[in-house]
């Protein structure tokens, strides 16, 4: 049972647009929705993150939009940048057992 | 911001061999540490979660006797892959779990690329 669907696979922007990733949820478990960027070769390193009564957070060009009753969230990154190109990970954080259970990842390409 | 550092960044071995990879959380202390493996264009698998002082929590399907983990001491937790053979070449990550304005979260070490020949 995969508990954290992310879509897409792959997401292909121009420079200067609007990136956007959708994850959803079945375990009510999670209290915590973090967002992780990984660099080739590199480990996934924390770019946002969200509670679940909150309904939107936003730090510079990155922005979540949680809905809680639809048990969806996504990420949104504004005036996307080649240097944003990463695979990007959704997750649920169960703060009870310490630990996330990841989507399966979107690669993200901006290009020039 | 929290760091967790890994050793090494890359190992190459030959089969049968043991490999063995340190994670370190180097200015918080971390009672729990996780372990994940990570293939090509693919998501984390989480393999087990270190316990400080006890044995750790292997995943369904994760050999306890092939991934060997030791937890010593708060800041460092180890993982030894015992006999490694060219299917167990993948990038190893450990991360640790710590509260940041009283929410906890995962920070990652840079992982680990091994490489069995």
């Known amino acids: 049972q995969q508990q954290v669907k992310q879509s897409p696979q792959s997401l292909i922007v121009q420079k200067g647009g609007i990136s956007i990733i959708n994850c959803a949820y079945e375990?009510?478990?999670?209290?915590?929705f973090p967002w992780y960027q990984q660099f080739p070769g590199k480990g996934p390193a924390l770019l946002i993150a969200i509670r679940p009564d909150v309904s939107e957070k936003k730090e510079g060009r990155f922005t979540i939009s949680f809905n809680k009753s639809a048990k969806q969230f996504s990420l949104h990154i504004m005036d996307s940048q080649p240097g944003d190109s990463a695979t990007y990970f959704c997750a649920g954080f169960n703060t009870n057992a310490g630990k996330s259970t990841f989507g399966d990842g979107t690669t993200l390409t901006v290009k020039p | 911001g929290a760091v967790v550092s890994q050793h090494p960044s890359w190992v190459i071995c030959k089969s049968g061999t043991s490999v063995k990879i340190e994670c370190r959380s180097l200015?918080?202390?971390?009672?729990?540490m996780f372990w994940y493996r990570q293939f090509p264009k693919q998501s984390l698998m989480l393999m087990a979660t270190s316990n400080e002082g006890s044995k750790a929590t292997y995943e369904q399907g994760v050999e306890k006797d092939k991934f060997l983990i030791n937890h010593a001491s708060l800041t460092l937790s180890t993982l030894t892959v015992t006999s490694a053979h060219p299917e167990d070449s993948s990038f190893y990550i450990c991360?640790?779990?710590?509260?940041?304005?009283?929410?906890?979260?995962?920070?990652f070490g840079p992982g680990t690329r091994l490489l069995v020949l």
């Open positions: 200015d918080f202390q971390a009672t729990t």
């Open positions: 991360s640790a779990p710590l509260a940041v304005r009283y929410q906890e979260t995962q920070y």
């Open positions: 375990n009510t478990a999670f209290d915590y």
